[in-house]
């Protein structure tokens, strides 16, 4: 199995925020007063920082996926699920890599 150092884990933990935020507007444009992806982003950066525990990360992430059941149009859907991946990089670093596959999947939905 490959493990990373914490530092690692917390470099890929703000990647995966970077990845989410870029298609959180396609989630905000569906659904302007939900802020749970948005939560999810600060709460991986608040975990990198050192500011929140795992187990809030990991609510953060629920909820973002809970935000993302409620949504209809596929490109919110992946956005809310990129930022709802990005908080659970704090709990698997594996996450991260999810979180940009759905941004990549989201920007792609936005085109169709």
């Excluded at 396609?26 to 749970?36: A, I, T, V, Y």
């Excluded at 953060?60 to 991946?85: K, L």
Aim: glycine fraction near 2%.
């Amino acid at each position: 199995m490959v493990s990373v150092t914490n530092e690692e884990h917390k470099r890929l933990a703000l990647q995966a925020a970077r990845c989410a935020e870029m298609v959180l507007p396609l989630f905000s444009g569906e659904r302007p007063d939900d802020f749970r992806p948005k939560a999810a982003i600060d709460a991986a950066r608040r975990w990198a920082a050192g500011e929140l525990s795992v187990a809030d990360a990991r609510k953060a992430a629920f909820a973002a996926h809970a935000a993302a059941r409620e949504c209809s149009i596929p490109a919110a859907i992946a956005a809310a699920r990129s930022a709802g991946h990005a908080a659970a990089t704090a709990h698997v670093w594996t996450h991260a890599a999810v979180a940009e596959t759905y941004m990549t999947k989201a920007l792609k939905k936005m085109n169709v």
